[in-house]
């Protein structure tokens, strides 16, 4: 099978890959950049582990080809914090004890990054709805939740 | 109690920012240069004979550098408490998911490649799809040869059966002779998985000394340690086990997964291997809890004292016995309940199927046994014209009384979890509306022993490193224990380091089971710090030219207040450096045996609950009418725990506990068929998710356990075990149905609805 050659802009920084077309950008994140914060499991787009931001948009990266994210923005939960300064919900989700296995974590915290810039002042229904896509089988997703209203209360210039 | 500086405080657990950064690495994400990776064909028949397996295809597939079979692997049995297990089925199949083979290739896609061209004939027989078949008159065996495994002496095996453990106690016959009234039930359960979000994942290397380390996210490091010592035919000093980081494991990360095929292709590939399970695998060929059905026959006095009970639970233990033979010991004390009851006879048997071998889930065999013993105690109450509360509060048992084999219970906090849940559920108004009721569960549960061992050092720059042979596996366990130490040692948390779970390098820990890890760790960290205590004192009163007795360690430093003369842990540590090779101990601790009357049990591997903790749930809930549909309103736990080591993540326990539990009660369930899985996958395998959950209240009660430290009972497993019965008893208080099967779906109660109109 032929290897495309592919410049990904990752958190704000270029890599060059030489990649099979059939390839999933979790895939490529993990194994060839070592970018293993986004988590693999099903990958079958049904637990979540691996959402993070496509062009600010979450989507589950084990569904999505490298090839689609030509000329695109990828954000990972290792571009979250700015240096040794953690990203509000990141903060949040410490603060809450929403953290148990942790395996889930970084998914959570990227489907409410984009949920909170899509709507800033959520109800506590409203998080739930947007983390539906997200399992996690340690916390009973309360504290997460938590976590969520907390970093939403934060002020709006630090998300 | 003195006032504490560490222990008892909400603080953040220590692995937290590299979670929340990424930076934590789990074994899923374990790499190594050049690594292959490696798949798993297993068996689409779930009984039959293996005519033909034929992998000389396989081999020649692009990227592929090793094909395994049975014919390539020595030929021994292993297993915990019976060894019946085997790497790869050699000629017989014992269930639709078994290991048949194993691929080792450069890529995923050539590992998935040659897994599709192993010709594999089997000739199919009948399976053995439940227990009913199992244990039917002439039933064929799942393992003709099992009188000649070896096996744990004190089982009580036979044929299809691999445990029937029993407690007696007193005349069952005579007690229900003396009852006005006797009652009997039957109540059946499905399988659930644990739901850990990483995947069963291991990476196995060979080095040139012949020493195989595999980094594993197992709970157990030291028993996976010993079983590919077993399997590989080597000593267990050439296997060294390290847990990199665990996603979850709830029980499911306890016994060898993949671990022994990443090292059998290592071997035979000269390189690293990879192997993780996928969601199917998961669903169809993972330790998932047991099926059960279970028989409580009660006997009670009109004015409701429980007088005799003759309970039976019979576990689907799957193809092999694993963990089934000691759950079904477990079962028994959970038939009995957290009650006093004069006359009992009680049975758990763990029996053969063609399915695959269910394992430990989360407090193993408690939301079987508890659903069928608090369903019935609230159909009794109602028969009796009871309230369910008053009822259970007039058998519950009290501080100083014994439990089902004897021992003596202490630190019982039963009544008043059954009384804060009861108010904070607003018990007196049960059916606050058509179709709404309110239900309550109680139970009790175990801290399991076994031995812990750590070494605790002090650096140069005063801060500690802790170094335990647990695996951290979520539940900030050791957040728990690095607080005692932190405590003890009079310095703070920030300033202690963990190293966990290297079989080369870390010392013996029983392992991440049983709601044992802080209660263990912990008591061990204390024996640690009464050791370095005796050494700071000793070099401190040598430094300071003063006597030891007028030293006291205190805020990070030995301290003689009345000379006025200090020197901190930084100073000695880097003196002992100098001259005695540092400043180390080893701590150890083993929960004391508890006594119990072993002329009360047969067959058991479990006599007593050390350290138990005790529990209520209540739960408020709706009904729709039409289609059956549960809604929580509120759910309240109050949980005995003894002493709360850190009340954010005991609440982070309660809650997930919890939410897995009602998963159990509502959705969850393998489901099988002629003993295939139909729904091995995470969209029709239905896990609770954020909408799903409701927030749950909990309310933490703190009876000290005599043993544990600060009085800590351990509280990772109760939470998981009253929700179902909780529900049923709700459901059941709501319409005025009864449901005796988990998982009370929405159509099994609209049926159950529709069939009373009738």
Redo the contacts between chains.
């Keep these: 099978m032929g290897k495309l050659a592919l410049s990904l802009t990752i958190n704000g920084e270029s890599h060059d890959v030489l990649v099979e077309p059939?390839r999933t950008l979790l895939d490529v994140l993990?194994?060839d950049l070592g970018?293993?914060?986004?988590?693999?499991?099903?990958?079958?787009a049904?637990?979540g582990?691996c959402t993070l931001l496509l062009d600010g948009m979450a989507v589950n990266a084990c569904i999505v080809l490298a090839v689609q994210c030509r000329d695109r923005t990828v954000v990972?939960?290792?571009g979250?914090?700015v240096g040794a300064e953690?990203h509000p919900l990141?903060r949040a989700?410490?603060?809450a004890?929403a953290?148990?296995?942790?395996?889930?974590?970084?998914g959570m915290?990227l489907a409410a990054r984009a949920y909170l810039d899509e709507n800033p002042t959520p109800s506590e229904a409203e998080?739930?709805?947007a983390?539906?896509?997200?399992?996690?089988?340690?916390?009973?997703?309360?504290?997460?939740?938590d976590a969520v209203m907390r970093a939403a209360g934060a002020p709006a210039a630090a998300r | 109690m003195t006032a504490t500086r560490i222990v008892g405080r909400?603080l953040?657990?220590m692995?937290?920012?590299?979670?929340?950064?990424?930076?934590?690495?789990?074994a899923?994400?374990f790499?190594l240069p050049g690594m292959l990776h490696g798949r798993v064909l297993r068996s689409r028949d779930p009984h039959g004979r293996l005519v033909q397996i034929d992998a000389s295809r396989a081999a020649r597939v692009r990227g592929v550098r090793a094909v395994l079979t049975a014919a390539d692997v020595a030929d021994v049995r292993y297993g915990g408490s019976v060894k019946d297990e085997e790497v790869f089925a050699r000629d017989r199949v014992r269930f639709a998911g078994q290991p048949l083979a194993a691929v080792a290739a450069t890529s995923p896609?050539a590992a998935a490649e040659a897994l599709a061209a192993i010709e594999v004939a089997v000739e199919p027989l009948p399976p053995i799809v439940d227990v009913t078949d199992a244990l039917a008159a002439g039933a064929p065996l799942v393992h003709e040869g099992w009188a000649s495994y070896a096996a744990l002496p004190i089982l009580h095996r036979d044929g299809n059966v691999c445990n029937r453990a029993r407690i007696v106690v007193g005349d069952v016959e005579r007690g229900f002779e003396e009852a006005d009234r006797i009652f009997e039930h039957r109540f059946v359960t499905r399988s659930v998985h644990?739901?850990?979000?990483?995947?069963r994942a291991a990476v196995a290397q060979w080095d040139s000394a012949g020493q195989v380390t595999v980094w594993s996210n197992t709970q157990l490091p030291f028993e996976i340690q010993s079983t590919l010592s077993e399997i590989l035919q080597v000593p267990v000093s050439k296997v060294r086990v390290v847990v990199p980081?665990?996603?979850?494991?709830?029980g499911g990360k306890l016994r060898v997964g993949v671990e022994h095929f990443a090292a059998l292709l290592a071997r035979k590939t000269g390189r690293a291997v990879k192997v993780?399970t996928?969601?199917e695998e998961e669903l169809t060929a993972a330790y998932a809890r047991q099926p059960a059905i279970v028989e409580l026959k009660t006997g009670v006095t009109t004015d409701g004292r429980l007088l005799a009970r003759e309970g039976r639970l019979w576990f689907d233990t799957g193809a092999f016995a694993g963990s089934g033979p000691g759950v079904a010991s477990v079962a028994t004390l959970m038939l009995a309940g957290p009650y006093r009851i004069p006359h009992l006879l009680l049975e758990g048997y763990a029996v053969y199927t063609n399915k695959t071998n269910f394992g430990s889930f989360r407090a193993p065999s408690g939301p079987q046994a508890n659903f069928a013993v608090e369903s019935q105690m609230d159909i009794i109450a109602d028969a009796l014209h009871l309230d369910p509360l008053d009822f259970r509060l007039r058998n519950i048992v009290r501080e100083g009384e014994e439990g089902p084999t004897g021992q003596v219970l202490t630190a019982v906090g039963l009544e008043e979890c059954l009384r804060k849940v009861a108010d904070a559920i607003g018990w007196k108004d049960r059916r606050p509306a058509p179709g709404r009721g309110k239900g309550i569960a109680c139970g009790w549960w175990t801290t399991t022993g076994g031995s812990s061992g750590v070494y605790v050092k002090i650096n140069p720059d005063g801060t500690v490193a802790l170094n335990t042979g647990a695996a951290e596996?979520?539940?900030?366990a050791l957040t728990g224990a690095a607080q005692v130490l932190a405590e003890d040692l009079g310095v703070e948390l920030a300033d202690i380091n963990v190293v966990s779970a290297d079989t080369l390098s870390t010392p013996f820990d029983f392992g991440a089971q049983g709601s044992r890890t802080a209660f263990a760790v912990g008591n061990a960290c204390r024996a640690a710090v009464a050791d370095l205590k005796r050494q700071v004192i000793a070099l401190g009163a040598r430094q300071l030219g003063v006597d030891e007795s007028a030293l006291e360690l205190r805020d990070g430093a030995v301290v003689a207040p009345a000379e006025g003369k200090r020197a901190t842990l930084a100073e000695l540590a880097r003196i002992s450096q100098a001259s005695g090779g540092g400043l180390i101990a080893h701590g150890t601790f083993v929960a004391p045996p508890t006594p119990y009357d072993a002329k009360r049990v047969e067959g058991h591997v479990y006599p007593v609950f050390h350290s138990p903790s005790f529990h209520a749930h209540a739960v408020d809930l709706s009904v729709d009418a039409d289609t059956g549909e549960v809604t929580i309103h509120r759910y309240v736990v109050a949980q005995d725990v003894g002493f709360a080591m850190n009340p954010?993540?005991i609440?982070?326990q309660i809650?997930?506990?919890?939410?897995?539990g009602l998963g159990q009660a509502l959705s969850e369930e393998i489901v099988y068929d002629a003993g295939r899985v139909l729904n091995a996958?995470?969209?029709d395998y239905k896990?609770p998710?954020?909408?799903d959950?409701p927030?749950?209240e909990s309310i933490l009660v703190q009876h000290p356990s005599l043993v544990g430290p600060f009085g800590a009972k351990g509280v990772g497993e109760p939470p998981n075990i009253e929700p179902p019965a909780a529900v049923a008893n709700a459901v059941a208080s709501a319409t005025g149905v009864r449901i005796t099967s988990l998982p009370i779906t929405a159509e099994k109660v609209a049926l159950a609805l529709r069939e009373r109109e009738r």
């Design positions: 059939h993990r194994t970018l293993t914060g986004t988590k693999e499991n099903c990958l079958d049904e637990c582990v990972t939960i290792e979250l914090a953690l990141q989700f410490i603060d004890g953290v148990q296995c942790g395996y889930c974590i970084p915290i998080v739930r709805e983390l539906a896509g997200n399992l996690c089988r340690c916390t009973g997703y309360q504290k997460i939740v | 909400s953040p657990r692995d937290a920012p590299g979670k929340v950064t990424g930076t934590a690495i789990y899923a994400d790499a896609e644990q739901g850990y979000t990483e995947p980081g665990v996603g979850g494991g709830f993780m996928t969601s596996i979520g539940t900030a954010t993540y609440e982070g809650e997930g506990g919890v939410a897995q996958n995470l969209t896990m998710t954020a909408v959950v927030r749950i």
